[in-house]
């Protein structure tokens, strides 16, 4: 009985740590606010420290606090574990992942999450669009089960890797009646169109600033956003381009005036999937792992562009690129 008191008020800690509010953290838990309080200062009173900071509203975590979180974590996150592998077995059926993908990703994202619905029908997915330092940090605290993003610089003593594509570049371009742009471009002759791009503190625009500066020009950014759907608004308002990897495209995007242009010397990135190491790995996360090994992201992009491609010179609807439509 005392164990299973001890584990629930690990849970009120870290659903008031994901919520940071009282309220919402006892409705989550489907407790009244003065139970996950009064479970909370128990855990407290036990371990013989202050672990939340507050004054009649969350305030924050002591530095004590935020190593017990990190426990709290780790401990439900094997607990979490234990009861898939005593659930599922051999075939996982259902589950909840939490995952955090790079905005530049969007559309992977989206053929991920489709393909992992197929498998596992009754999955819920928390699908988080950050930087890749904070889905570093998040997957190493265990907020993240899995991380979509790029693979350079990555601690391989900490995370597990996998590629799942190389990222093509292009610039995207939307209806405006005094531009008219070659199929293909360089990366001069982009630099020169005003442009809307990712901030400076997005990994992707360090990849981006690094092609021009390879090219021996400063791109002309007019707008810069952490927020992709920025840069969708931007485009199709046709006052500016931008420079994106197909993998950011979605598919309600492309179309009604939206054309796409090869980069000429061509860019790429690896994308990929990480992990936390841990020498016992949860039987959904690891059919999550696996499935996305087997998954053709590669092709189902090229796909795409070779679609937005043939649309655009022809005027009219795409069809599938075969691939020396993309050399």
């Not at 606090?65 to 075939?91: C, H, I, N, P, Y």
């Not at 992992?116 to 993240?144: A, D």
């Not at 992990?275 to 016992?280: F, S, V």
């Amino acid at each position: 009985m005392e164990a299973c008191l001890f584990v629930r008020q690990l849970t009120y800690l870290v659903a008031l740590a994901q919520h940071r509010h009282f309220a919402q953290a006892a409705e989550s838990c489907q407790v009244t606010q003065p139970a996950l309080s009064a479970g909370l200062r128990q855990l407290e009173k036990e371990l013989g420290i202050t672990i939340i900071r507050r004054d009649r509203r969350f305030i924050g975590f002591t530095p004590e606090g935020e190593r017990v979180l990190l426990w709290a974590r780790q401990m439900l996150a094997s607990l979490d574990g234990l009861r898939q592998e005593a659930e599922f077995s051999k075939t996982v059926a259902g589950g909840h992942l939490e995952v955090g993908a790079v905005p530049s990703s969007f559309q992977a994202s989206m053929l991920l999450t489709v393909a992992y619905r197929r498998v596992v029908p009754e999955l819920r997915l928390g699908l988080h669009s950050l930087s890749t330092r904070s889905i570093l940090q998040r997957v190493k605290r265990r907020e993240l089960h899995l991380g979509i993003t790029y693979l350079d610089q990555i601690p391989q003593q900490i995370y597990e890797m996998q590629p799942l594509y190389s990222e093509r570049y292009v610039l995207v371009a939307g209806a405006h009646p005094g531009r008219r742009l070659k199929a293909r471009m360089s990366w001069g002759e982009a630099s020169r169109l005003p442009l809307c791009l990712f901030s400076r503190d997005m990994h992707n625009r360090e990849i981006i600033d690094e092609a021009f500066q390879l090219a021996g020009v400063a791109p002309r950014v007019i707008v810069e956003t952490n927020t992709i759907s920025v840069l969708y608004a931007m485009v199709r308002s046709g006052e500016m381009c931008s420079v994106m990897p197909v993998s950011a495209l979605p598919d309600y995007f492309l179309g009604r005036g939206i054309t796409l242009h090869p980069l000429d010397p061509p860019l790429s990135a690896i994308v990929g999937m990480l992990r936390l190491r841990q020498k016992i790995v949860p039987p959904l996360l690891e059919k999550a792992w696996q499935l996305a090994s087997r998954l053709d992201l590669q092709g189902q992009l090229d796909a795409v562009l070779g679609d937005a491609l043939h649309a655009a010179s022809a005027g009219g609807p795409g069809r599938r690129a075969h691939k020396e439509d993309l050399s």
